[in-house]
T-cell receptor, first 113, second 119 residues
Framework: KQEVTQIPAALSVPEGENLVLNCSFT??????LQWFRQDPGKGLTSLLL?????REQTSGRLNASLDKSSGRSTLYIAASQPGDSATYLC????????????FGPGTSLSVIP | GAGVSQSPRYKVAKRGQDVALRCDPI?????LFWYQQALGQGPEFLTY????????KSGLPSDRFFAERPEGSVSTLKIQRTQQEDSAVYLC?????????????????FGPGTRLLVL
């Protein structure tokens, strides 16, 4: 059974710091992996999607990497800003279409001004 | 027609009460999903609709949970005889295509969720 974990559960950093969020999954047979952001009282916003054949994806200050063989993905946030404060969730896709998605529990990030 | 909307935003129910949660997806979106998110956890898949057809309901935790999307747009998640363990945030998401947002270039849009508290 696929399990997704995220470490740390919570993180607090000063503004301007670069940081890395970690996601681990137990079964390397994934189709893709996606990082989401969730603000309090709001739904999830997709940040980056990495196909299983890819190693990384970049969007602005965000860079996500994927190492299927080791069952790990990282989300790198450069020059963090207070507006980056949110919960970040990773989710693995197990199929080619709508197939079941397994979410991690998330990392709660606070960027202190 | 902004994003996905859900109502009510908050619901307090007494144990044993029936509740109905509504999701208005983005107009024209084919795929619609329901998720359950317990406190401090990631969302868990409940069910998936492609237009009006419920193609997957394997995530529904019990037969007290029922979802419908009769005209292929608005969807309702109904929980009968609510229990305390049903307390969670219920998220709805929609996407334009058939892949449900798990194909590159296709985005899954989430609603703000309904926070259900069963006393």
């Amino acid at each position: 059974k696929q399990e997704v974990t995220q470490i740390p559960a919570a993180l607090s950093v000063p503004e301007g710091e670069n940081l890395v969020l970690n996601c681990s999954f137990t079964d390397s047979a994934i189709y893709n992996l996606q990082w989401f952001r969730q603000d309090p009282g709001k739904g999830l916003t997709s940040l980056l999607l990495i196909q299983s054949s890819q190693r990384e994806q970049t969007s602005g200050r965000l860079n996500a990497s994927l190492d299927k063989s080791s069952g790990r993905s990282t989300l790198y946030i450069a020059a963090s800003q207070p507006g980056d404060s949110a919960t970040y969730l990773c989710a693995v896709g197990l199929g080619t279409s709508y197939d079941k998605v397994i979410f991690g529990p998330g990392t709660s990030l606070s960027v202190i001004p | 027609g902004a994003g996905v909307s859900q109502s009510p935003r908050y619901k307090v129910a007494k144990r044993g009460q029936d509740v109905a949660l509504r999701c208005d997806p983005i107009s024209g979106h084919v795929s619609l999903f329901w998720y359950q998110q317990a406190l401090g956890q990631g969302p868990e898949f409940l069910t998936y609709f492609q237009n009006e057809a419920q193609l997957d309901k394997s995530g529904l935790p019990s037969d007290r949970f029922f979802a419908e999307r009769p005209e292929g747009s608005v969807s309702t998640l109904k929980i009968q005889r609510t229990q305390q363990e049903d307390s969670a945030v219920y998220l709805c998401a929609s996407s334009a295509g058939l892949a449900g947002g798990w194909v590159e270039q296709e985005t899954q849009y989430f609603g703000p969720g309904t926070r259900l508290l069963v006393l």
